[in-house]
């Protein structure tokens, strides 16, 4: 297990390798924090990273939905940092309307993302907090055929299929707006639907001292009859000091830059 011994010095190295401008060099490669945000950071084409902050037992929330405070302080710096080195983070409607997030860099130094929320059924009013607070601009992703309505926003329309609204898809109109290293942050049914549809380059799982006994799973995958079909990635693991993470490869980095990444010019957003 590696331990990440983040510097203002490295914190600095990470953020100018934003959308490839400089990568990790020889010399850099054993520093853990190096290896860890790296491949994020430094990425010229499509990257999609999933992060899941969860208890031991594997909740991300109780029954009731309260999913506050799961990570501890290094678990959250954690990902503020993912979102310092990506370009937009997508989270669903769901954790819109229960946790109200701003979804902003605020436990470390770094330019905000861009906010996408997969929104199908246009369920959200406009009068959400996001949509008001000064912050980064907001995507909303919607199903071609719901009612219009007006937003502070981006509204991209996707057309729905008999799945729902198809990630790859998603990752397409994105790129076609110069955002191509993303965050898919929330909440299990948005990751599992990205993992399921063969499109995250690396899954970040925080895992805190914490047991809730009972709620929903941060991961939520169609149901396998045999272990011989699980997933079974790369792992590395790393303390963060207040959780430990598993930073598993479940697409080899050479088809980061490949999919939907080469299709459009990157723009760096910092």
């Known amino acids: 297990m590696r331990k990440i011994d983040m510097t203002d010095h490295l914190w600095a190295r990470l953020l100018a390798m934003r959308g490839g401008r400089t990568s990790v060099t020889a010399g850099e490669e054993n520093d853990p924090a190096l290896?860890?945000?790296?491949?994020?950071?430094?990425?010229?084409?499509?990257?999609?990273?999933?992060?899941?902050?969860q208890s031991i037992d594997?909740?991300?929330?109780?029954?009731?939905?309260?999913?506050?405070?799961?990570?501890?302080?290094?678990g959250i710096a954690?990902?503020?940092?993912?979102?310092?080195?990506?370009?937009?983070?997508?989270?669903?409607?769901?954790?819109?309307?229960?946790?109200?997030?701003?979804?902003?860099?605020?436990?470390?130094?770094?330019?905000?993302?861009?906010?996408?929320v997969v929104d199908c059924r246009a369920?959200?009013?406009?009068?959400?907090?996001?949509?008001?607070?000064?912050?980064?601009p907001v995507i909303l992703i919607q199903a071609h055929d719901v009612p219009?309505?007006?937003?502070?926003?981006?509204?991209?329309?996707?057309?729905?299929?008999?799945?729902?609204?198809?990630?790859?898809?998603m990752l397409d109109a994105l790129g076609e707006r110069g955002l191509c290293?993303?965050?898919?942050?929330?909440?299990?049914?948005?990751?599992?639907?990205?993992?399921?549809?063969?499109?995250?380059?690396?899954?970040?799982?925080?895992?805190?001292?914490?047991?809730i006994g009972s709620g929903p799973a941060g991961i939520s995958l169609p149901p396998i009859a045999e272990l011989s079909s699980a997933h079974r990635p790369t792992a590395k693991v790393y303390n963060l000091g207040s959780d430990i993470l598993f930073d598993c490869e479940l697409r080899p980095q050479i088809s980061s830059a490949s999919a939907y990444g080469q299709k459009v010019r990157v723009a760096d957003h910092a």
Not at 37 to 45: C, L, Q, W
Not at 59 to 64: F, G, I, L
Not at 125 to 136: I, M, N, V, Y
């Open 181 to 211: 290293r993303i965050l898919v942050e929330g909440g299990a049914r948005t990751i599992s639907r990205f993992i399921d549809a063969g499109l995250v380059d690396r899954l970040h799982v925080a895992i805190a001292p914490l047991i």
């Open 148 to 169: 219009t309505r007006t937003y502070a926003a981006d509204v991209i329309r996707v057309r729905r299929t008999e799945q729902g609204l198809d990630p790859q898809a």
């Open 35 to 53: 290896a860890l945000y790296g491949p994020i950071a430094s990425t010229r084409g499509g990257f999609v990273l999933a992060q899941v902050g």
């Open 58 to 74: 594997g909740r991300v929330a109780t029954p009731a939905g309260d999913a506050r405070d799961i990570s501890g302080p290094d």
């Open 123 to 136: 369920e959200l009013t406009g009068e959400e907090t996001l949509f008001h607070d000064g912050g980064a």
């Open 78 to 116: 954690h990902l503020h940092r993912c979102r310092a080195l990506v370009e937009a983070v997508i989270v669903g409607v769901g954790t819109v309307k229960a946790d109200n997030p701003r979804l902003s860099v605020r436990a470390v130094k770094g330019p905000n993302p861009v906010r996408v």
